[in-house]
């Protein structure tokens, strides 16, 4: 009878042998799966376990560095995901298959060259890389009607052509697709931390599928929200570097990353602090400002409070009734680990999201604005490139360079960029006057900026350059010449007459009451002649208040 058993055993044992040898799902997807992976994790939803048994004569096994690999079709994987995923939220991985050059998917699924490819001897006279029709019409596949070795694809084609194997978790999923196919898990079964994303492709091939390639990527999920804030102000020149300017006021924005949309019915409050001593601030509203008035470095604190669905608390244990008598039976419905409430079937908790941020406030220029325009007047007139000034003043600190661009009047075609150190001492007023040729006649869009070291203050105007054909020249220079005839005429006039009444009235010279006299009128008869023909002005004290012109 020991024998027989023996003998029965050693069946056994060789019946197992093969189920023994036999690839596990693991051992062909990870070779970094570690001992008890499995036991770590709780299902997910739709998964399997990857310690099921791999069919190895539909999904050939090449391990790395078999030669097969040479030889095949050379396929890239590309993985995403839209990861970090806040815990309890919907995390999706994309797959994209990059096929060689002149490859690509046609419309009914086929691989096919791209049009006018040729390859080394010349044009390509099969069209087709992979012509899954003409396998399926071979009777290998689908339940299609046979209709012979042609290369004409069918009407409704078999387009699902790839098989996606994912794995992570000690678990994998199966689709099928084309070059791109998407896939969602929820992630309130998913260990909090980064984790691992596998994904194997293969490829039909008759009656079998064999690997074109393998990706994976590192995923995270966590139990804090998701937070970024961008900050923005306006007339500062550089926001990255997180120095702002004091007196003006900055945007806070506050972004979530939520792309499941999980957050979507949540209740979102977002607590600051500034880190100015003004206190601590609470809103519902992503978007704040806030204006610093010294200069300095602070910190910024920011807290996000949003309430989602989260799994219930375990029921509390219930304290026994005191009885009469130790000896009693406990009436039936009151026993001890009878829970105290029933949890609410909808049961929501708090998660939080923080962001942090050291802040530098500077002193920075506030605003420019333009308060005059004026021509230049020339003494030949210029038609080509007229001139013209603009007196600009600005508030907050000095300046350091200023510049203008001339545009069409959109604003959208620039014409000329010029761009000056301001070296010269502006006062208290920070006034300065901006000179700037325009090519000819027409409007103009001028933006000019005022900038330093930390700000950049924009304004803009239109100018309006009148026209000057050369009819209108030539008249203003024929009446300019008219005028100054007439004027030379009358100071000839003039100074003839005078010559003759003093020739005329002869006086002895003794008599210096008339000299006197003689000299007024000569010295009235100037001063008209000065208001006549204005000579240099450059001492009249007025012009000691005009602001620098750069």
Known sequence: MECLYCFLGFLLLAARLPLDAAKRVHDVLSNERPSGYMREHRQLNGWSSDENYWNEKLYPVWKRGDSRWKNSWKVQALLTSDAPALVGSTITFAVNLVFPRCQQEGASG?????????????????????????????????????????????????????????????????????????????????????????????????????????????????????????????????????????????????????????????????????????????????????????????????????????????PSPRPPKTTASLDSPVPAGDSALEPREIPDENCRINRYGYFKATITIVEGILEVNIIQVTDVLMPVPQPDNPLVDFVVNCQGSIPTEVCTVISDPTCQVTQNTVCDPVNMDLGDMCLLTVRRAFGGSGTYCMNLTLGDDASLALTSTLVSIPGRDPDSLLRMANGTLVFFVVCMAIFV?????????????YKPIENSTGIMVRGKGLNVFLNSAKMLFPGNQEEDPLLKNQPGIL
């Not at 049009?115 to 689908?142: I, L, M, Q």
């Not at 199966?174 to 791109?180: E, V």
């Not at 003039?494 to 005329?504: C, E, G, P, Q, S």
Request: a positive charge; proline letters at 6%; charged letters at 20%.
């Open 110 to 314: 086929n691989i096919v060259y791209e049009k006018n490819f040729r390859n080394d001897t010349g044009p390509s006279p099969d069209p087709y890389v992979y012509n899954w029709t003409a396998w399926t019409e071979d009777g290998d596949w689908g339940n299609g009607t046979r209709q012979g070795h042609h290369r004409k694809p069918l009407p409704h084609p078999r387009k699902w052509n790839f098989v996606f194997v994912f794995h992570t978790l000690g678990q994998y999923f199966q689709k099928l697709g084309q070059c791109s196919v998407r896939v969602s898990i929820n992630t309130a079964n998913v260990t909090l931390g980064p984790q691992i994303m596998e994904v194997t492709v293969y490829r039909r091939y008759r009656r079998a599928y064999v690997p074109i390639a393998k990706v994976k990527d590192v995923y995270v999920v966590t139990d804090q929200i998701p937070v970024f804030v961008t900050m923005s102000q306006k007339n500062n020149r550089n926001s990255s570097d997180e120095t702002f300017l004091k007196d003006l006021p900055i945007t806070f924005d506050v972004l979530i990353h939520d792309p499941s949309h999980f957050l979507n019915e949540s209740a979102i409050y977002y607590k600051w602090n500034f880190g100015d001593n003004t206190g601590l601030f609470v809103s519902n509203n992503h978007t704040l400002n806030h204006t610093y008035v010294l200069n300095g470095t602070f910190s910024l604190n920011l807290t996000v409070q949003a309430t989602v669905p989260g799994p219930c608390p375990s």
């Open 493 to 505: 006039t003039v100074i003839a007459l005078l010559v003759y009444k003093k020739h005329k009235e």
